[in-house]
């Protein structure tokens, strides 16, 4: 075979390739519809964010600049539809994400992920409330003026990295049956925390670099909760329990009366009012 046969060749064979990749590509394309919504919200008020339906894989943060949001949903049409609505009159982005048929050949057809990218230091009022699914909240850059979260079931993943600037009153999350794990919380200003769950796991760090007071009461009927404070903060924990079904740990040289367990730093003052629920599993404190 000659060079130029060679050449030829190789031509073919690169030109075949790419035609093959090309192909797939539109194939993927034919599975997957995608719907983009972008926003600018007025940042003088709280921008709303709603999402609410059946479910999907979500995840949250900020964007890297710029006064422009973007939402982005993307779904297998035979399965799952959505729509997206921005209405800058109220300052508000709604999500509405359901399931129209359950029946999957495989889990390509599955795919129902929405993607929400939100301005930086603009009063954010996150509102969410699905059946399921599974949502990543990255906090860095975003700030709360409310933040309520239900799922029937499914895995909630929150970060707090950083101090934020502006105190939440109340923040809700209710996750029934699942995974529910919140970090950095002490980064977070806010006045109560309520977190609920019937059947599941719940992991909560109250570390971070913000000094207020905060109560926070933690309930679930079936499963484990740990609970992690930060070391030499005082801590004052009532924990209210399922008698010998349920298992407590607290941090060695706590005090305890009754339901109560103390940190030695709480005889100084309160920082962490826990009030703690537990049912048939496990309560578990711990330092860091």
Not at 94 to 121: C, Y
Not at 215 to 222: G, K, S
């Amino acid at each position: 075979m000659t060079d130029r046969e060679r050449m030829a060749m190789r031509t073919m064979i690169v030109t075949f390739l790419l035609l093959l990749a090309a192909t797939t590509m539109l194939f993927a394309q034919v599975q997957q519809e995608e719907i983009t919504k972008r926003f600018t919200p007025a940042p003088e008020r709280a921008l709303q964010v709603n999402v609410r339906g059946d479910g999907a894989e979500i995840s949250l943060a900020a964007a890297r600049q710029g006064r422009e949001g973007r939402a982005r949903y993307r779904f297998t049409p035979e399965n799952f539809e959505g729509t997206l609505d921005w209405d800058p009159e109220e300052n508000r982005l709604t999500a509405i994400l359901e399931v129209r048929n359950m029946k999957f050949e495989d889990e390509e057809e599955q795919a129902s992920d929405l993607d929400l990218l939100v301005p930086r230091s603009v009063p954010l009022d996150l509102d969410v409330d699905l059946k399921g699914g599974v949502l990543e909240l990255d906090g860095a850059g975003l700030d709360f003026e409310n933040l309520s979260i239900a799922m029937w079931g499914g895995e909630l993943s929150a970060d707090f990295p950083e101090p934020s600037a502006r105190v939440v009153k109340l923040v809700e999350v209710d996750v029934k049956m699942g995974d529910t794990g919140i970090s950095g919380l002490g980064n977070l200003a806010f006045d109560r925390l309520d977190v609920n769950g019937f059947a599941g796991e719940m992991r909560l760090d109250f570390t971070g670099s913000l000094k207020r007071r905060r109560v926070a009461r933690i309930d679930l009927e079936f499963g484990s909760i740990t609970v992690i404070v930060p070391r030499g903060a005082g801590v004052e924990a009532r924990i209210s329990k399922w008698g010998f079904l349920s298992e407590v740990k607290v941090p060695s040289g706590w005090g305890r009366d009754g339901k109560y367990a103390y940190s030695p730093a709480a005889e100084d003052g309160v920082e962490l009012e826990l009030d703690i629920r537990g049912g048939v599993g496990e309560i578990i404190i711990i330092e860091r």
